[in-house]
Structure formats: structure tokens, C-alpha cells
T-cell receptor
């Protein structure tokens, strides 16, 4: 079955430290993968997406993600965390089930301390 | 500005009542979706619509109903049959194609009182 798994419901970093949020997928066909960010009581905003054009994808706010087929992973990174990065992050994958279905991971809450 | 508007932002429902959540988009997208968000569970698909006057059940449609009479609008009704309706509800829309992203509204937080 096609699915998305995010390891770690919470990740804590210090301001200026590296951010690494993990996402693994399961898919029998080449996937289309996305990272979204959600601030408290708000909707989701697209950070970046992988559409097979390049394995290293750069997104907004200094985030990037690398697609690794051999590891079935699409981890999100940022070299230096800012306080404003504190939010919940969702990895997602589209499936073709007769319509464009977006399947989400359970989310990772990023906490940034001064 | 193009986008998706959900209203109200906060909604309170008494036991046994039906309530309707509004979702309007001006992105000219054919596809629209309703998701439910609960802590630690990610987003789960309630209903989706690919075209006007057509919609399909998602993974957790029981206790919910929708309509799609206009391209711009996709309201969700939470009926009294939904036993645990307290949640954050998100509406989204997208253009055709598996590599296109979904655009989300700001959400409606529904609380049963």
C-alpha cells in the first residue's frame, strides 16, 4: 500500500542549529512528494515539491529536501533554524486512484529554542 | 488575490445539530477536497470533488455530506450522525495533475458543546 511515514512527532533544535525532518514513503510507482508547513490554527502552505526533475529540491524559507530512491526517503533540511521556523511540518504524496489523492504523514512539530 | 476562503474560523455545535462549513475558491480549480485534522493523525480525506455536480467519499465520509453546485464552492455539512465531530477542518483545491500542489484554506475549528 502507498503511504508516507514521518519519524518523530516532535523535533527540538536550538536557534542556528541544523533542522532535519524525516520522511519515508512507500509506493509501487514513482512518487510525487511534497512538504507542507502549518502554523498554529492556520492552513497548510507548500514548502517544496519533488516532481522527478531534480533529486535535490529547494523550497521557500531556506528549506530543501533530497529525494533518495534507494532509501525511499525525502527528508527536509535547513542549515540554520530560526525561531520563526517553529511549526508543524507534513510530508505528503500524491496517488493516482482515479483521482489525485494527497496522502499525508502524521506530521512533525518543530520546536526551536533560543 | 487568489485563494481559498473558509468560514467561519470557529464554530460551536450542540449535540444533535447539523452544521455547515463554507469553502470558496477563486483559483479556477476543478478539484476540491475536505480534510479533517486531529492531533497526531495527520490529515484524513472526508470528501473530494473533481467537477461540478460530482463528488466522491474519501476515507472518513460517515457522518458528513457535501454539495458541489458551483465550481467555486464546496460546502461541508457535519451531521448529527458524526459521533466525534470536534476537529480542525481544512478545505483544499488543486489543478489537474499528480505533480500539482494543493492550496489550503485557513481552516475551521469545530467544537461540540
Amino acid at each position: 500500500a502507498q503511504s508516507v511515514t514521518q519519524l518523530g512527532s516532535h523535533v527540538s533544535v536550538s536557534e542556528g542549529a541544523l533542522v532535519l525532518l524525516r520522511c519515508n514513503y512507500s509506493s509501487s510507482v514513482p512518487p510525487y512528494l511534497f512538504w507542507y508547513v502549518q502554523y498554529p490554527n492556520q492552513g497548510l502552505q507548500l514548502l517544496l515539491k519533488y516532481t522527478s526533475a531534480a533529486t535535490l529540491v529547494k523550497g521557500i524559507n531556506g528549506f530543501e529536501a533530497e529525494f533518495k530512491k534507494s532509501e525511499t526517503s525525502f527528508h527536509l533540511t535547513k542549515p540554520s533554524a530560526h525561531m520563526s521556523d517553529a511549526a508543524e511540518y507534513f510530508c505528503a504524496m500524491t496517488m493516482n486512484t482515479g483521482f489525485q489523492k494527497l496522502v499525508f504523514g502524521t506530521g512533525t512539530r518543530l520546536l526551536v529554542s533560543p | 488575490d487568489g485563494g481559498i476562503t473558509q468560514s467561519p474560523k470557529y464554530l460551536f455545535r450542540k449535540e444533535g445539530q447539523n452544521v455547515t462549513l463554507s469553502c470558496e475558491q477563486n483559483l479556477n480549480h476543478d478539484a476540491m477536497y475536505w480534510y479533517r485534522q486531529d492531533p497526531g493523525q495527520g490529515l484524513r480525506l472526508i470528501y473530494y470533488s473533481q467537477i461540478v455536480n460530482d463528488f466522491q467519499k474519501g476515507d472518513i465520509a460517515e457522518g458528513y455530506s457535501v454539495s458541489r453546485e458551483k465550481k467555486e464552492s464546496f460546502p461541508l455539512t457535519v451531521t448529527s450522525a458524526q459521533k466525534n465531530p470536534t476537529a480542525f477542518y481544512l478545505c483544499a483545491s488543486s489543478a489537474p495533475g499528480l505533480n500539482t500542489e494543493a492550496f489550503f484554506g485557513q481552516g475551521t475549528r469545530l467544537t461540540v458543546v
